[in-house]
């Protein structure tokens, strides 16, 4: 009935057992508490002196099955890695009884018991904590197994047949509060996250909607400075041209090789034609170079991905160049920086990543929405982006691509 290993279990310290009266006015205290709780933490928290005078632990926890493949743990005693993360069922210590491969489990010494410590087995807790006695008993749900009860303690062989008996007792109290718990709880995850699902899709509709108001701002921008400045020279040089005696040719090339050199300055502006021709990392140098020309500025282009940017989508590979086009004009126009660099990198995950520092002053304590912040956030969220922006010694603008787009 004990399920222990051959050998493994040395004769249990005598200690003080509880009466069957007090074992039954604690199942009482017991199921008062989880009336009274709607949080699986809290609800754990109030029973645990009741657990405890039922059968003494080190550590006890409650594993709930989560998502397929997955389970959750709640702790109380020892706080471990275990609440702070799901485990594989195929990795968890417990997972013989998770899988009914077994009724339950009663070791003497966990540590060196094969069903808990082995190969790829979430077990740290077991070692470094010392976990020696257990006892692991399923919860079971309308005949269903949903989780386990797991209660541990340091000395080893300190659980009996009797211990068992008793978790599995108190097991069955538990389960139907704990399950109802997990599956609230679980529902309040959905809702939030359907929630923050909507809250973004609002968010990017404003901000495609700002994006494509600044769009149309700069095409109106470029229209006038197409009418205020390109017109206004050709007009002139024409007149230039037609003027008795006509001008020097010496000096109507120079007019002329300004005015081209406006004009390529507006195509660049609203054309990214080098990325197109030359790819993202060549269009970025020069970009750089331009917009930091005769300040002294440092810069610094580093692509470790081979091109990977040239690969993507064009849509794709046109906002990546956008955003880091505003993070150069605002280092270099704006934060007084002496060095920005340009670094692409592929992540172990797959995910493609672009950072913009500089060693500037840092953002404004006040950004305004025409501060270009937001147009960068926009761009991003349009292509499935991340954006980090951080200001300490400088601005890091970070925007990653994930995976599955890049």
Not at 80 to 96: C, K
Not at 104 to 120: I, Q, W, Y
Not at 331 to 354: C, D, F, N, P
Request: include cysteine; aromatic fraction near 2%.
């Amino acid at each position: 009935m004990s399920n222990l290993l051959p050998g493994s279990a040395p004769a249990a310290p005598v200690r003080h057992r509880a009466t069957a009266a007090a074992t039954d006015a604690a199942f009482r205290r017991i199921v008062a508490h989880l009336a009274d709780e709607v949080e699986i933490r809290a609800a754990l928290r109030a029973i645990a002196a009741e657990i405890g005078e039922l059968i003494p632990f080190t550590h006890a926890d409650i594993c709930l099955l989560d998502r397929p493949g997955w389970v959750v743990s709640h702790e109380i005693g020892i706080h471990t890695r275990w609440s702070r993360r799901r485990t594989r069922v195929n990795a968890s210590p417990v997972r013989d009884v998770l899988l009914k491969r077994c009724p339950m489990m009663l070791t003497a010494n966990a540590m060196h018991d094969p069903r808990h410590v082995f190969p790829g087995a979430s077990c740290g807790p077991i070692l470094d904590h010392h976990l020696r006695a257990r006892i692991n008993v399923p919860l079971r749900v309308m005949g269903e197994v949903t989780g386990t009860l797991n209660i541990s303690h340091e000395i080893e062989g300190y659980y009996d047949a009797a211990d068992v008996e008793l978790a599995g007792h108190l097991a069955n109290i538990l389960a139907p509060s704990f399950h109802a718990l997990h599956t609230a709880e679980h529902a309040r995850q959905v809702a939030r996250m359907r929630t923050r699902a909507q809250e973004r899709t609002e968010s990017l509709r404003a901000g495609a909607l700002e994006l494509t108001q600044a769009l149309e701002r700069e095409r109106q921008r470029i229209g006038m400075d197409l009418h205020d400045q390109t017109l206004a020279d050709l007009t002139r040089l024409l007149r230039e041209l037609t003027h008795e005696p006509p001008l020097d040719r010496g000096r109507l090339a120079r007019n002329l090789s300004e005015t081209i050199a406006d004009l390529r300055s507006l195509i660049d502006t609203a054309v990214p034609t080098l990325l197109d021709l030359f790819g993202f990392s060549h269009a970025i140098r020069v970009y750089l170079e331009r917009a930091v020309e005769g300040d002294g500025i440092t810069v610094d282009v580093l692509d470790k991905t081979g091109g990977k940017v040239d690969r993507l989508q064009p849509t794709a590979r046109t906002a990546l160049f956008r955003i880091a086009q505003e993070a150069i004009n605002n280092a270099a126009k704006h934060a007084h920086a002496r060095l920005i660099r340009v670094i692409v990198t592929a992540e172990t995950g797959g995910e493609l990543r672009v950072v913009i520092q500089d060693n500037g002053c840092g953002l404004p304590s006040q950004l305004g929405r025409r501060s270009g912040l937001s147009h960068l956030r926009t761009r991003a969220d349009l292509i499935g982006a991340e954006l980090e922006v951080v200001s300490d010694d400088g601005t890091c603008v970070t925007v990653t691509l994930p995976a599955a787009l890049s």
